[in-house]
């Protein structure tokens, strides 16, 4: 059974750089077919999807962050990672890692980790 | 970006209503939509993919249809353990995009 586990910063001041790592268990980051997703959602709010990459380490990020985004994986620890620089208030969210099923038919996010809550403060 | 709308943004309905969502994209997605649920302090979990195909474990009262740019979730007898958000989401391209959500309550 795969599981997600995020683990983060927790607090970041403004202008800092916010790092989310995303545990795999259970599968390997480093199967074709699947994308590695990060998606956020601040209190109270809706689903914001940040960006993914695939096992090639291809990236694609959401163009309303991809100036402050980067993802990458580490395929010897079956982790991947957000880091999100210059952050404000408004980056104040649950982070979600999330797998995206690519197949023929069409992509799903088929598993989801259980989130972590990053705020932005000082 | 392809813009989600999710309408009614909440509804009242008892156990055993039947109950419908529409998501309606701002341009054709042909049936790349997605639905996931969400309940308080809980990731968003699969419901049904590429419209209407039922995620594996999900309840079969659970259905969806639609194609282009319309499309509805139903429910075709509300359970207790229903009441919660539902999204909807596109996968016709990038980036991927939500509804706002349909909060289904008592």
């Known amino acids: 059974q795969l599981q997600l586990q995020e683990s983060g910063s927790g607090l970041v001041k403004p202008s800092q750089t916010l790092s989310v790592t995303c545990a795999v268990s259970?599968?390997?980051?480093?199967?074709?077919?699947?994308?590695w997703n990060w998606i956020r959602q601040p209190p109270g709010g809706g689903l914001e999807w940040i960006g993914y990459?695939?096992?090639?380490?291809?990236?694609y990020y959401n163009p309303s962050l991809q100036s402050r985004v980067t993802i990458s994986l580490d395929k010897s620890t079956n982790h991947c990672t957000l880091r999100l620089n210059s952050v404000t208030a408004a980056d104040t969210a649950v982070y979600y890692c999330?797998?995206?099923?690519?197949?023929?038919?069409?992509?799903?996010?088929?598993?989801w980790g259980q989130g972590t809550l990053v705020t932005v403060s000082s | 970006d392809i813009q989600m709308t999710q309408s009614p943004s909440s509804l009242s309905a008892d156990i055993g209503d039947r109950v419908t969502i529409t998501c309606r994209a701002s341009?054709?997605?042909?049936?790349?939509l997605n639905w996931y649920q969400q309940k308080p302090g809980e990731a968003p979990k699969l419901l049904i993919y590429?419209?209407?195909r039922l995620q594996s474990g999900v309840p079969s009262r659970f259905s969806g249809t639609g194609s282009g740019t319309d499309f509805t979730l139903t429910i075709s007898s509300l359970h207790p353990e229903d009441f919660a958000l539902y999204y909807c989401?596109?996968?016709?391209?990038?980036?991927?995009?939500f509804g706002q959500g349909t909060k289904v309550e008592i």
């Open positions: 999330a797998r995206e099923v690519v197949a023929a038919a069409g992509d799903w996010f088929d598993a």
């Open positions: 259970g599968g390997s980051i480093d199967s074709g077919g699947y994308s």
């Open positions: 990459i695939f096992h090639t380490g291809s990236t």
């Open positions: 341009q054709s997605i042909r049936n790349y």
């Open positions: 590429v419209t209407s």
């Open positions: 989401q596109q996968s016709f391209n990038t980036p991927r995009t």
